[in-house]
């Protein structure tokens, strides 16, 4: 049974940093992709990061600077390390990943107050 678990969101100030986490299980994790994707309250939901196998980085230009992907395949676990935040970053992040079909977590919220 595939498994996307997020964890390490909560409410900041603005300027602030966070720390998120996404563990897998039920995947060959270190052969796949991650992305981090958020929505914002009335918005679509919104790529954020994307993190291939072979470790490389690409971001929203949103992020870009700001927001750092990571993965331990190790651990089965992808990190996003969210500095600076800004008010307009509130929203739910979800982890995702392509398995047979698209595979989400549950999210995590994440608030940053002005």
């Known amino acids: 049974q595939v498994q996307l678990v997020e964890s390490g969101g909560g409410l900041v100030h603005s300027g602030g940093s966070l720390r998120l986490s996404c563990a897998a299980s039920?995947?060959?994790?270190?052969?796949?992709?991650m992305r981090w994707y958020r929505q914002a309250p009335g918005k679509e939901r919104e790529w954020v990061a994307t993190i291939t196998s072979g470790g490389s980085a690409d971001y929203a230009n949103s992020v870009k600077g700001r927001f750092t992907i990571s993965r331990d395949n190790g651990k089965n676990t992808v990190y996003l390390q969210m500095n600076s935040l800004e008010p307009e970053d509130t929203a739910v992040y979800y982890c995702?990943?392509?398995?047979?079909?698209?595979?989400w977590g549950q999210g995590t919220q994440v608030t940053v107050s002005s």
């Open positions: 039920g995947i060959i994790f270190s052969i796949n992709a």
């Open positions: 995702h990943t392509y398995y047979e079909f698209n595979r």
